[in-house]
């Protein structure tokens, strides 16, 4: 599934591209990654690390936010369940500390919050295929509703991921409370990109770890069943 990531189209060309998708991207693979060693083992050094990359993750692309708030939540859950309050209490110095540092640097800037992509939200763009926008007007093939599906059936992300996605869901290797706070990750920042206008295929690159990591278990039966039939 790594290599199917480094090499799926839209995730090589706009890692060669002056964006910050890619790098909201890798924010995201590692603040996975430090949360599920977080909860399996419950280290401080996990915990600061996964603090860490969402911290960064949300000064990258602000929207990332949507991806991290049931991990957040999850954390916060076990993080009171295992009496570590206080002791584990000091990782909220790092986001604190980019804030400040933020502020220091840029000053106090609310401009992302006037962006078109928020004052033109509506439910009504999930079914819609026409938009008219700043730069004229918007045409696609398939609704936003389906647009966010993307990185499930699309050449440029993972053909068979809808595949793996079902089988996932029958035969789970992923822990299942990791399994649905990835897929209400998921579901949030899918819905919050639909009610957006327009289609651009590299805001859902964000949320492509994510999808890797659900569709893993559907991988992995695939895989042994075919390793089976060799």
């Known amino acids: 599934m790594c290599i199917r990531d480094r090499f799926a189209p839209f995730v090589f060309r706009n890692s060669v591209a002056n964006t910050s998708d890619m790098l909201a991207c890798c924010m995201i693979a590692g603040?996975?990654?430090?949360?599920?060693?977080?909860?399996?083992?419950?280290?401080?050094?996990?915990?600061?690390?996964?603090?860490?990359?969402?911290?960064?993750?949300?000064?990258?692309?602000?929207?990332?936010?949507?991806?991290?708030?049931?991990?957040?939540?999850?954390?916060?859950?076990?993080?009171?369940?295992?009496?570590?309050?206080?002791?584990?209490?000091?990782?909220l110095l790092i986001p604190v500390g980019i804030l400040l540092m933020y502020f220091y640097f840029a000053g106090f800037n609310a401009r992302f919050i006037k962006h078109p992509y928020l004052s033109s939200w509506s439910v009504d763009n999930y079914f819609s295929t026409h938009f008219y926008t700043p730069e004229g007007k918007l045409t696609y093939f398939f609704p936003n509703i389906v647009y966010i599906l993307y990185p499930l059936f699309f050449p440029g992300f993972c053909i068979p991921g809808f595949l793996f996605f079902i089988k996932s869901l029958l035969y789970p290797l992923l822990n299942r409370a990791y399994f649905v706070t990835l897929m209400l990750s998921f579901i949030l920042f899918s819905l919050f990109l639909a009610g957006n206008y327009g289609q651009n295929p590299r805001h859902l690159l964000g949320i492509y770890p994510v999808v890797l990591i659900l569709?893993?278990?559907?991988?992995?039966?695939?895989?042994?069943?075919?390793?089976?039939?060799?």
């Open 215 to 230: 569709c893993f278990g559907g991988f992995h039966s695939c895989l042994l069943y075919t390793s089976r039939c060799v």
């Open 31 to 91: 603040a996975i990654y430090h949360y599920i060693m977080y909860l399996h083992h419950t280290k401080y050094i996990d915990l600061f690390l996964a603090t860490l990359f969402i911290s960064y993750g949300v000064f990258t692309r602000y929207v990332t936010i949507l991806v991290f708030l049931p991990i957040i939540i999850h954390i916060i859950l076990h993080w009171g369940k295992n009496g570590f309050i206080f002791r584990h209490a000091t990782v």
